[in-house]
């Protein structure tokens, strides 16, 4: 068993942890959560060791081995496999003892030891955990500093899980991870056969994958059986249990303040007055199950306007002339609309939320928007580029000059910044306090239409919840990018898929998309039955045309994901030119629209011939 027993932790002056106990059984998938800023990583740190508490000790058996991730992403010429497989530091000692030990008797316990560990089977295994998190083969052995930070983080947490450690330790396993990643990862962690503790946000691996919830709240632990969903039911039977009992004790406190107010005088009932005093200071007040009143999202409902808002008549868009991203567009978005954009990143979501928005124009087709409409439109590059030195109120003074300061005021609160809070220095906030920010100056006046891309990013589970309610409650149309399944599934009544260069209704659920994207209960083409006999040469021929295609189509993904990175920088550079990457700060906007649009032409090329390569090895597999 693992034992937190009395952790408290003071960080500059604040009490971060307070006397925290809990224990976690042994082989138990716990997912820590709490808001954010309530310290899971602080006490993460405390378990593994790295942060001495000012109180209390962690209890384990001896020679457990904790498994973490570090911070700083693996570097260096060494392969994601080479890396992998010298996360069993063991393993690796004893090979490299026995090719040079001449002891035979040391030599036959190595052995021995190496078989006890299934060590000749680990290249296998590594392999297996690399592929499930996205390394092809070929990726596998590439040196680590040809990947970018997040796939770093990949090989570090495929290191992690390959080095099977008796309690391991996760913080926010997904944050690099796409969708078909962290599906595998939640698979893996169901038949992990050790102990677990993970923090994260994600609803959906938190339902799923651990058996116990431990909640961190005002520096406090409580352990809760079962995952999230019945986690959320047994703390409402909590709050509702804990304010019967804080109203019972009012009422009691109430009679016996009056009865000593009333009696105290009068020598008959002083000695009476007297002990019940001392009763009312003995009584502990119960506390009752706060919420964090700054956890608040409430958009303001626009006027009323006729549908349509929007209509796309064969309508193309894109960052240079003659070089549509996007063609073929035929959309109507309605006022009540509520429509979740789909689609692999670089296949123009964020192209068409730009169009709706107003920030790009049709090169061909038409786009006809209503004339009084208001736009709200959120991106994590506004939240990353709020004034550090402002404060929320100055920020909101700015977009609203002019209006009454009540107004302003009262924007603040709809998103929980009121008093004091106000006028805290952004650069004193939280991410998700950040988020809300951004989110309530995009609001401020009232828009018809709210265009969402990633809201979620910053934000842990209870202000994912909150996000979800506000939207559910808003009067306007919604367009919503985002990689929360739970979010898009709660809010989202229409889904819209961007792929092959066009936007066009999804018809099924958000399920049936998953299973789209897995390659999971497709449909069999017509006549895709093989014949009994093949010919030999024509069977061999045609595995090494699959094994060339499947090669060629390897490195057309990875070409793309680097020309997609580029475009991403250069969009960035036309409509953030003040955090534009050095090589592009340079760049006229006309150099920039000619090389975005050499970009979306190279493309444009390779996801044709990746789709055509694709049904190739579809029709002859």
């Known amino acids: 068993m693992l034992g937190i027993n009395g952790i408290t932790v003071r960080l500059g002056g604040r009490t971060i942890l307070d006397r925290a106990t809990a224990a976690i059984p042994p082989g138990g998938r716990v997912g820590l959560i709490g808001r954010n800023g309530a310290g899971k990583s602080t006490l993460m740190k405390v378990m593994i060791g790295s942060l001495d508490p000012d109180e209390g000790s962690i209890e384990m ?155 961190l709240q005002g520096g406090k632990l409580t352990l809760y059986p079962g995952g999230y969903d019945s986690f959320e039911r047994q703390r409402a039977e909590r709050a509702a249990q804990l304010a019967a009992a804080k109203a019972s004790q009012d009422a009691q406190r109430a009679r016996l303040q009056d009865y000593v107010a009333r009696n105290s005088a009068r020598a008959s009932t002083a000695k009476q007055a007297q ?80 169009l709706l928005a107003a920030q790009l124009t049709p090169m061909e087709g038409d786009m006809n928007a209503s004339g009084k409409m208001q736009v709200g439109y959120f991106t994590q590059y506004q939240v990353e580029e709020l004034a550090g030195d402002a404060t929320p109120l100055e920020h909101m003074s700015r977009v609203m000059e002019g209006k009454p300061q009540g107004a302003i005021r009262a924007q603040l609160g709809r998103f929980g910044f009121s008093g004091p809070r106000a006028t805290q220095q952004v650069t004193k906030l939280s991410g998700g306090e950040r988020a809300r920010l951004a989110l309530a100056l995009i609001t401020r006046d009232a828009p018809h239409l709210l265009i969402l891309d990633e809201p979620t990013n910053h934000l842990d589970v209870d202000a994912r919840e909150a996000l979800v309610q506000a939207l559910n409650d808003y009067e306007g149309a919604v367009i919503l990018i985002s990689h929360d399944r739970h979010m898009v599934e709660l809010t989202a009544d229409r889904l819209v898929l961007v792929d092959s ?65 580029q475009c991403s920088a250069i969009d960035r550079a036309m409509f953030e030119p003040s955090s534009a990457a050095p090589e592009f700060s340079r760049m006229s906007m006309s150099e920039l629209s000619r090389q975005r649009g050499q970009l979306s032409a190279g493309l444009e090329k390779l996801e044709a011939e990746w789709l055509e390569l694709s049904e190739n090895i579809a029709s002859d597999g």
């Open 61 to 215: 058996p001896r020679r457990t081995r904790l498994g973490y991730i570090a911070q700083d992403a693996p570097t260096g010429t060494a392969t994601p496999a080479e890396t992998v497989l010298a996360a069993d530091v063991e393993r690796a000692e004893l090979l490299e003892e026995s090719e040079t030990c001449t002891d035979p008797d040391r030599l036959g316990d190595i052995h021995e030891r190496l078989l006890a560990i299934d060590a000749y089977s680990a290249p296998s295994r590594a392999a297996r955990i690399l592929t499930g998190l996205g390394f092809d083969e070929d990726m596998q052995n590439q040196p680590l500093d040809s990947f970018s930070g997040g796939w770093k983080m990949r090989v570090a947490l495929a290191a992690l899980l390959y080095s099977a450690p008796d309690v391991l330790l996760l913080d926010e396993p997904s944050n690099h991870l796409d969708l078909e990643a962290t599906l595998w990862l939640e698979n893996f962690l169901k038949s992990y056969p050790a102990t677990v503790v993970v923090i994260s946000h994600e609803r959906d691996l938190l339902n799923n994958v651990v058996d116990n919830i431990l909640h």
């Open 501 to 565: 260069g066009t936007a066009t209704d999804y018809s099924g659920s958000m399920e049936d998309y998953i299973d789209f994207v897995l390659g999971r209960n497709q449909p069999k083409s017509e006549g895709a039955a093989k014949p009994v006999k093949k010919d030999r040469k024509a069977a061999a021929k045609a595995r090494e045309e699959a094994r060339a295609h499947k090669a060629r189509i390897s490195a057309i993904e990875k070409e793309i994901a680097r020309l997609e990175v």
């Open 275 to 354: 002990s019940r005093a001392k009763m009312l200071a003995k009584m502990q007040p119960i506390a009752a199950l706060m919420e964090d009143p700054s956890l608040s999202f409430d958009f303001p409902n626009p006027a009323e306007l006729k549908p349509p808002l929007i209509t796309l008549d064969l309508a193309a868009v894109g960052y240079a002339e003659d070089t549509p991203i996007l063609k073929r567009l035929n959309l109507r978005i309605d006022p009540d609309d509520r429509i979740a954009l789909l689609g692999r990143n670089g296949n123009g979501k964020t192209t068409l939320a730009r």
